[in-house]
T-cell receptor
């Protein structure tokens, strides 16, 4: 158990819909990362938050957005969903801003878009 | 831009045999390098990491990796593979927006 909690574990929805994925980082970790894992794209970095502020952005689509709340949990919002958004979405946390230490990963939220 | 290449998509080894998983990276400065393992239905778990110092690093579960700057490589090794090592292995580089390789799936034959 990494200490990172993601909900829901599984989600099935239809194209055009909007979903929210939630992540609770390890106790005390200020940095939260979101990754998307799909068969064709592999593990892609989406976005990083540190203590409530966006710090780094990767291959995140404009239809996707994220935020980190004062209690440090984070949400990834996916809208106007397309079939290609079906993937495993991971959240990871780490104490520091630089991320030079270990990333602690949650077990992921599997999104299926029908 | 930083990137990672894992040339082998799938490797099969016999239980008890040695293992080497290849990783090549591209990074503008001194790299922070990592190997993670992902078991089916699980998140990623850190095996080992390299920041500086001794180029041979030891990790958990009997794994080790060697950083070779001249070859831009960070290959993962294990002297004797166990059936429980069957999983997907990811090499990663960077800090912050860590970039992962495509992964190598390891199958262990009895």
């Amino acid at each position: 158990d990494s200490g990172v909690t993601q909900t829901p574990k599984h989600l099935i929805t239809a194209t055009g819909q909007r979903v929210t994925l939630r992540c609770s980082p390890r106790s005390g970790d200020l940095s939260v990362y979101w990754y998307q894992q799909s068969l064709d794209q592999g593990l892609q970095f989406l976005i990083q938050y540190y203590n409530g502020e966006e710090r780094a952005k990767g291959n995140i689509l404009e239809r996707f957005s994220a935020q980190q709340f004062p209690d440090l949990h984070s949400e990834l919002n996916l809208s106007s969903l397309e079939l290609g958004d079906s993937a495993l979405y991971f959240c990871a946390s780490t104490p520091s801003l630089s991320g030079t230490g270990e990333l602690f990963f949650g077990e992921g939220s599997r999104l299926t878009v029908l | 831009a930083q990137s990672v290449t894992q040339p082998d998509i799938h490797i099969t080894v016999s239980e008890g045999a040695s293992l080497e998983l290849r990783c090549n990276y591209s990074y503008g400065a001194t790299p922070y390098l990592f190997w993670y393992v992902q078991s089916p239905g699980q998140g990623l778990q850190l095996l080992l990491k390299y920041f500086s110092g001794d180029t041979l690093v030891q990790g958990i579960k009997g794994f080790e990796a060697e950083f070779k700057r001249s070859q831009s490589s960070f290959n993962l090794r294990k002297p004797s593979v166990h059936w429980s090592d069957a999983a997907e292995y990811f090499c990663a580089v960077g800090a912050g927006d860590m970039r992962f390789g495509a992964g190598t799936r390891l199958t262990v034959k009895p």
